[in-house]
């Protein structure tokens, strides 16, 4: 597990390094907080938009994921490029546990702003319309 943490590291390096994967880390974040304030605010002065809080929920979770995908894809295309990728080879590290090292830090990320933000969407449908 040490090794897994230690590659997530290094991933968080290079995204540190290039300006726009920095970007692409803040992103759901701001995408989070503009559901949780903004929305409620927008219902509350636009009634029409009621019936598509749903759609505004879906459309979050699905780009807070495809954001933290792009930024592992990214670091992946970056390390091939640079020829980092090849010294993976010498790597004290199973295939497996490098697959995994690549892919649980933003997968346990994504997955729990996604799973915050469906817990904190019913509390912004005061009448329940998601069911």
């Known amino acids: 597990m040490k090794k897994i943490l230690r590659l997530a590291l290094i991933d968080f390096k290079i995204i540190f390094r290039d300006p726009s994967l920095r970007v692409f880390l ?54 091939k490029e640079t020829n980092v990728a090849k010294t993976y080879g010498v790597v004290p590290l199973t295939k497996r546990q490098y697959i995994l090292s690549r892919m649980l830090i933003p997968y346990l990320f994504t997955v729990a702003l996604n799973v915050i933000l469906f817990w904190v969407q019913p509390s912004l449908l005061s009448d329940g319309e998601l069911t």
Do not use: C, H, R
């Not at 605010?41 to 636009?46: G, I, M, P, R, T």
């Not at 780009?63 to 390390?79: A, G, H, K, P, R």
């Open 26 to 79: 803040v992103l759901p974040v701001i995408l989070f907080v503009l559901i949780v304030w903004l929305v409620p605010y927008l219902v509350a002065k636009y009634e029409f938009l009621v019936p598509y809080l749903s759609l505004m929920l879906v459309g979050a979770v699905i780009e807070n994921t495809q954001m933290y995908s792009f930024i592992s894809s990214m670091v992946l295309i970056d390390e």
